[in-house]
Every structure is written in structure tokens, then in C-alpha cells.
């Protein structure tokens, strides 16, 4: 483990639904390198998980409810997929509206597979590059979205990708890129 993102605090916004690998591998991720996450969910308790939307794949507690949470608080966002995960998000208004104070914010948003539903209630994706799960693209494409076919894609504080299989790569670009974002002018190991 290092400490690369020691004092960063990431919250992952889920719900009942959630692609477990999706939500557990970017937090694994992340805590490995130092950084703390908090799952941030619509209601107390647990929330159950699924494996390829079918299979229950146990619960995750949850840290704090999206009403109680402040986009202050936070270094990062991470929204994983699922099918009824997001499905259920982009209904709640307090998730929805989390979510674009976080975009707005200019902190680093992570999201893969079906995560982009939630962007897209909140209004936030006008002339954005991004990726997802095939299913979802029209819907991306009519929110005003420029959707491509690739891994993982970073356009300004934005990071998506497509499904499972990208979580290496998103996974190291969530990393890399909250590092960019939180790292002080000054920082010495930043050539110039």
C-alpha cells in the first residue's frame, strides 16, 4: 500500500442494485493507495448487491444517506453501475441533485457501465466525451453527450468507462486523476 491519496475522501454514491465489483474494486483501489471512501446510499442500513445484475452478491453498509451528505466534504465522486442501481438514483431527487453539485464543484467524477444514468437526470452532460455500457449510449447521446467505444475516457475532471472487464484501467485512472486534481501547485514532483 502507499499513501499516494493519504487524506482524500471519496464518497461512492449507490443503492440497492449496485454491480458489486463495480462498487467493491474502485474503493479496494482506492484505499490502497491511502485515500478513505464512505458509500453514500438513499437510505440507512445496507444495500444489496448484485453480480451481472442477476445474481445477489451480498450488502454493503452504508456510510451516510445522500440527504445528509455535502459535496464539501469530498475529494472525489464515484458512481458504479448496474442496471436498478442508477435506475433508482436518477428517481431520488437529493442524488440527482448531489450529483450535479459535483460536477458543477469541478471535482473528479468517476463512473462506469450503466453509472452515466444519474449524469444524465442531473443535466450535466452537454458536449461531454464519456463511455458506458452499450445499452445506455442513446440515452447519453440525446443528454447531449459525445459517446465513444474505448476503455476508460477522461475528459476534464470526468472519468468513465464501459463494464467490468475496464476495471483495471478505470481503476488506475480514478487513482492518477484525483491525484492531478488534489495535488498543490507547488508540489515539487510536478515538472514544469
Same mark, same amino acid.
Not at 455500457?133 to 475528459?155: F, H, K, Y
Given at each position: 500500500m502507499t499513501?499516494?491519496?493519504?487524506?482524500?475522501?471519496v464518497?461512492?454514491l449507490?443503492?440497492?442494485?449496485?454491480?458489486?465489483?463495480?462498487? $467493491?474494486?474502485?474503493?479496494?483501489?482506492?484505499h490502497?493507495?491511502?485515500?478513505?471512501t464512505?458509500?453514500?446510499s438513499l437510505h440507512?442500513?445496507?444495500? @444489496?448487491?448484485r453480480?451481472?445484475d442477476?445474481?445477489?452478491?451480498?450488502?454493503?453498509t452504508?456510510?451516510? #444517506? &445522500?440527504?445528509?451528505a455535502a459535496v464539501?466534504?469530498?475529494?472525489?465522486?464515484v458512481?458504479p453501475?448496474?442496471?436498478?442501481?442508477?435506475d433508482q438514483?436518477?428517481m431520488d431527487?437529493?442524488?440527482v441533485?448531489?450529483? #450535479?453539485?459535483?460536477?458543477?464543484s469541478g #471535482?473528479?467524477?468517476?463512473t462506469i %457501465?450503466?453509472?452515466p444514468w444519474t449524469?444524465v437526470?442531473a443535466?450535466?452532460?452537454?458536449?461531454?466525451?464519456?463511455? @458506458?455500457?452499450p445499452s445506455?449510449?442513446t440515452?447519453?447521446?440525446n443528454?447531449?453527450?459525445?459517446?465513444?467505444d474505448? $476503455? &476508460?475516457? &477522461?475528459d476534464?475532471r470526468?472519468? @468513465?468507462?464501459? %463494464?467490468?472487464?475496464?476495471l483495471?484501467?478505470f481503476c488506475n485512472? &480514478?487513482?492518477? $486523476?484525483l491525484?492531478?486534481?488534489?495535488r498543490?501547485?507547488?508540489?515539487?514532483?510536478?515538472?514544469?
Amino acid at each position: 500500500m502507499t499513501d499516494e491519496l493519504r487524506g482524500h475522501k471519496v464518497a461512492i454514491l449507490a443503492t440497492d442494485g449496485v454491480e458489486r465489483v463495480e462498487l $467493491e474494486q474502485p474503493r479496494g483501489a482506492l484505499h490502497g493507495v491511502g485515500a478513505e471512501t464512505e458509500l453514500i446510499s438513499l437510505h440507512d442500513g445496507e444495500i @444489496s448487491a448484485r453480480q451481472m445484475d442477476i445474481d445477489p452478491a451480498g450488502t454493503f453498509t452504508v456510510d451516510r #444517506k &445522500v440527504a445528509d451528505a455535502a459535496v464539501a466534504d469530498y475529494d472525489a465522486l464515484v458512481l458504479p453501475g448496474g442496471t436498478m442501481n442508477p435506475d433508482q438514483l436518477r428517481m431520488d431527487p437529493d442524488a440527482v441533485a448531489f450529483v #450535479k453539485e459535483f460536477m458543477e464543484s469541478g #471535482k473528479p467524477v468517476a463512473t462506469i %457501465c450503466h453509472g452515466p444514468w444519474t449524469l444524465v437526470e442531473a443535466d450535466v452532460l452537454r458536449g461531454r466525451r464519456l463511455t @458506458s455500457w452499450p445499452s445506455i449510449r442513446t440515452d447519453l447521446r440525446n443528454a447531449g453527450a459525445q459517446v465513444v467505444d474505448e $476503455e &476508460v475516457v &477522461v475528459d476534464g475532471r470526468l472519468i @468513465s468507462s464501459r %463494464c467490468p472487464g475496464d476495471l483495471p484501467a478505470f481503476c488506475n485512472t &480514478v487513482i492518477d $486523476e484525483l491525484a492531478k486534481a488534489t495535488r498543490p501547485a507547488w508540489d515539487p514532483t510536478v515538472e514544469r
